[in-house]
Nanobody, 125 residues
């Protein structure tokens, strides 16, 4: 049973940076997808980026540039670095995983079977 735990969220001034972490525990295969999603109240969960265990990344077009996804396989930890934070980046960020899935990893919530509890990011001036 894979469990995901996010951390690293918080309140940041616009223009600042954050690095979110998602640590996976349990049975980890060598062929899996992980991804970050964001949700704000009243809206659907939207994709940010994904990464395969082989390092292949994919970003939602609007997220390219200020968001960087990475993976440390040795630590079973995925990261999301957000630079130059803007108020519209605020929301609850969730990590997700799906095992036994080949690359590339599409960034839609329906394919992911494991979810963390989320970490809140608030960017304000």
């Amino acid at each position: 049973q894979v469990q995901l735990v996010e951390s690293g969220g918080g309140s940041v001034q616009t223009g600042g940076s954050l690095r979110l972490s998602c640590t996976a525990s349990g049975v980890i295969t060598t062929n899996y997808c992980m991804a970050w999603f964001r949700q704000v109240p009243g809206k659907e969960r939207e994709g940010v980026a994904s990464i395969h265990s082989d390092g292949t990344t994919r970003y939602i077009e609007s997220m390219k540039g200020r968001f960087t996804i990475s993976l440390d396989n040795a630590k079973n930890t995925m990261y999301l670095e957000i630079n130059d934070l803007k108020p519209e980046d605020s929301g609850k960020y969730y990590c997700a995983a799906d095992l036994y899935r080949p690359a590339p990893c599409i960034v839609v919530p329906t394919i992911y079977t494991r979810w963390g509890q989320g970490t809140q990011v608030t960017a304000s001036s």
